[in-house]
């Protein structure tokens, strides 16, 4: 079954102890994305990676950073969250961006306190 | 740049009813456009694209989009709802290629039997 698998699913956390949000995907994408929703503001674009040691910002990239040393796995590691960074968190994948359908995973909610 | 307009935050409508989602883009060359559905707890999952060819756009759950590019909208449809229906949906838009997404706030979408 095509998948995007992300882990843990909820997360509370305190301020500035290091995260990892993990995310796999089972279709040999070559592109992966990650976003996170908050109220009223739907979904804003964290960071991309386009293939293999590709990556690059999105528009909310602050505070956040990723690594995409396999295909299959792109993770969002917070080196030092803070409470404004809690939100719910997607990783997507797709074929190619732009036309091609996104597979989302199930999200992961983040609370900092 | 890009961007996408999604007026109506909530929109409540009755079991069997007919119900159109308002969604405006604006974006400087030509656009992919795309509507996704959240249900709760849930990642978002693909109702529809339109990439190009015929500006009415079918979709999975009985939901259509017309793509009109002189209003630039991409309105959604479904001429009778059922209470599954119930969940959040948003709408989005692609410069194509290697091009980031660009989603809206997102609709909520009440069914009430």
């Known amino acids: 079954e095509a998948q995007v698998t992300q882990n843990p699913r909820y997360l509370i956390t305190v301020t500035g102890k290091k995260l990892t949000v993990t995310c796999s995907q089972n279709?040999?994408?070559?592109?992966m994305s990650w976003y996170r929703q908050d109220p009223g503001l739907g979904l804003r674009q964290i960071y991309y990676?386009?293939?293999?040691?590709?990556?690059d910002k999105g528009d909310v990239p602050e505070g956040y950073k990723v690594s995409r040393k396999e295909k299959r796995n792109f993770p969002l590691i917070l080196e030092s969250p803070s409470p404004n960074q809690t939100s719910l968190y997607f990783c997507?994948?797709?074929?190619?961006?732009?036309?091609?359908?996104?597979?989302f995973g199930q999200g992961t909610r983040l609370t900092v306190v | 740049a890009q961007s996408v307009t999604q007026l109506d935050s909530q929109v409540p409508v009755f079991e069997e009813a007919p119900v159109e989602l308002r969604c405006n883009y604006s974006?400087?060359?030509?656009?992919?456009l795309f509507w996704y559905v959240q249900y709760p707890n849930q990642g978002l999952q693909l109702l529809l694209k339109?990439?190009?060819?015929?500006?009415l756009v079918k979709g999975i759950n009985g939901f259509e989009a017309e793509f009109n590019k002189s209003q630039t909208s991409f309105h959604l449809r479904k001429p009778s709802v059922h209470i599954s229906d119930t969940a959040e949906y948003f709408c989005?838009?692609?410069?194509?290629?290697?091009?980031?997404?660009?989603f809206g706030t997102g609709t909520k979408l009440q069914v009430i039997p």
């Open positions: 997507a994948s797709s074929l190619f961006q732009g036309g091609a359908e996104a597979f």
């Open positions: 279709m040999n994408h070559e592109y």
């Open positions: 990676s386009m293939n293999v040691e590709v990556t």
């Open positions: 974006s400087s060359v030509s656009v992919y």
């Open positions: 339109y990439l190009s060819g015929s500006t």
């Open positions: 989005a838009v692609s410069n194509g290629g290697y091009q980031k997404v660009t």
